[in-house]
């Protein structure tokens, strides 16, 4: 399989895995189910797929079989990926989606110690997974062609929810500072996803300003 394939719907894989796992955890912990999405649109968390990614990519260009190693790479590129995509999202959007202030050994409330424990414990399921997973690609979507289109496809919608996920959560902050819409696209925003609709699919978002 072609680096990018491989890479791009491990990207997906890791996404979804994140996703049930932060429902199931939501499940267990608060005995509710709450939206745990990260996009508008799919059940995906897009920073457990960049974690995902990065980990397999070291893993295999280290050539790392021993899961104490696993865990502790896992560990740290959790680290990085979870506190910059908390700072990315509070600078842009003006709103973060978790906070461990109240919690020992954490790192300006972004990563705390007891979570990255459990994120290097997942890692090393994370790596005894995704080989099944590129497998069993390889015999649903057999022939190439077909493949391929699947994938092209796959990726366009991924950048479509990643894009308009993005720029609905900035006119919400836009909103929230009382800027009238510019244009017919922020006008569009506007009506399409308005406060209500964006709280339930970040049910954990919280405004920064808010949180202060």
């Known amino acids: 399989m072609e680096e990018f394939y491989k890479f791009f719907w491990l990207f997906v894989f890791g996404s979804f895995f994140g996703f049930l796992l932060e429902t199931i955890w939501c499940m267990i912990r608060w005995r509710k189910i709450e939206s745990r999405k990260g996009l508008i649109y799919g059940h995906l968390i897009p920073i457990y797929g960049l974690a995902g990614m990065f980990v397999v990519v ?46 020992k050994y954490n790192l300006h409330g972004r990563i705390n110690l007891v979570y990255l424990l459990g994120f290097g414990l997942f890692g090393i399921v994370w790596c005894s997974l995704y080989p099944k997973f590129l497998e069993l690609l390889t015999i649903l979507f057999y ?19 990643l894009f308009i996920s993005l720029v609905a959560m900035i006119r919400q902050k836009n909103r929230r500072k009382g800027w009238l819409p510019k244009n017919k696209f922020e006008i569009w925003l506007d009506n399409k996803f308005p406060d209500e609709y964006l709280k339930k699919i970040y049910a954990n978002s919280m405004i920064v300003e808010e949180k202060a």
């Open 58 to 103: 070291i893993i295999e260009l280290l050539s790392i079989k021993k899961k104490h190693t696993i865990f502790l790479v896992t560990f740290f590129i959790g680290a990085i990926v979870e506190y910059f995509s908390s700072l990315f999202q509070e600078k842009v959007t003006g709103t973060i989606s978790w906070d461990y202030s109240n919690m």
């Open 143 to 161: 022939n190439e062609n077909i493949f391929k289109v699947i994938t092209y496809c796959m990726f366009v919608f991924i950048v479509y929810d």
